[in-house]
């Protein structure tokens, strides 16, 4: 008798276990459920820091989810996800992407991580970790604020060097939107213009970044460093422990948005 994939979720479901994280048939089934149970032991490589929607600290609203593996259905996709109630539900999502597939969407958009350009030492993988976006004005880029960056948003990394990274996540050019869905990028995220416009107007509806956003809060947690960046950004992690005072033990926080990245591979 072969034993085949299909049969190992049958006999799982038999004797009333889950689906394993890596039991995901087609893009339909990359939902928030499947967010949650990368958190069950196994599902991720150790030393990835991964926090699940029912985890995130509550003085958070909104979380970006972007999966950087290779291969597999969840790779390349975003999440964008929002509080609803007690719960979570998918703020953002690319209408016209989904229109005739005949299902709901389960993920926002597909994307472009990073990978290593031949050359290039400032290319490579995406960081993965759990980051802020950087809080200052000059970090959030309108328009063509850089080549080939539409609407730019960047990442709170900064190298053992102190140079700011150019990690953002933003739209690109029409040609490489068919790209997206592998990974392509420096570095960045990478997606369709009108999908970066959307994420902008979700930040900055006003147009403006800053204290005006609706995502702004004067008490915003940090998830601090638990390794200083070294050689390829592929070992860079942020843990799950937030920031606190040495002395005390209190949380500490500072004015922010209330926004979350979590860059994560599940193909490791």
Known sequence: MQITRRAVLSGLAAVGLSRPAWAIDTAEDVGLGYLEQLARPGALNPKIAFIPPSQIDPAYSHVIYVNTAL???????????????????????????????????AYSWPVSTGRHYKGNRRSGPTPLGIFNPDDRQTRHRRGWGSPGMFNSIYIDLHYNSGRASGVAMHGTTGNKYRLLGRADSHGCIRMQQSNAETVWKMFHPSGKPGPTSPLWSKAVPRYFTSQPFKGVRLVYVRDVSLLASSETGERLTKPGYSALFVFFRDDL
């Open 71 to 105: 291969r597999g259905a969840g790779a390349q996709k975003m999440w964008v996800i929002e509080r609803d109630g007690a719960g979570w539900k998918l703020a953002l999502w690319d209408q016209d992407y989904w229109d005739g597939k005949g299902t709901p969407p």
